[in-house]
């Protein structure tokens, strides 16, 4: 298993709507809204690296009201 944290930044007041979107895609542990240059943080987990890469490209950032998103890999989970 392969696990991430991903960065998210929202469109101009979504954040919570945003976290609470991410929040229901599997694979995704956790999303909340935080403060700070990004607007959501979610940890996500994968069989690997190919099937993080699209829960992150084919689902989380398909979620409304994102703008972009940053994927940090745990390297030692």
Do not use: F
Request: aromatic letters at 2%; glycine letters at 6%.
């Amino acid at each position: 298993m392969v696990q991430a944290y991903i960065l998210i930044q929202a469109d101009l007041g979504k954040a919570t709507a945003v976290a609470a979107a991410v929040r229901e895609i599997p694979g995704v542990l956790s999303s909340e809204d935080v403060t700070g240059p990004y607007d959501v943080i979610a940890r996500a987990e994968a069989e690997n690296l190919d099937e993080l890469g699209s829960l992150v490209v084919a689902k989380i950032q398909e979620a409304p009201g994102i703008m972009r998103t940053l994927t940090c890999t745990v390297v030692h989970p």
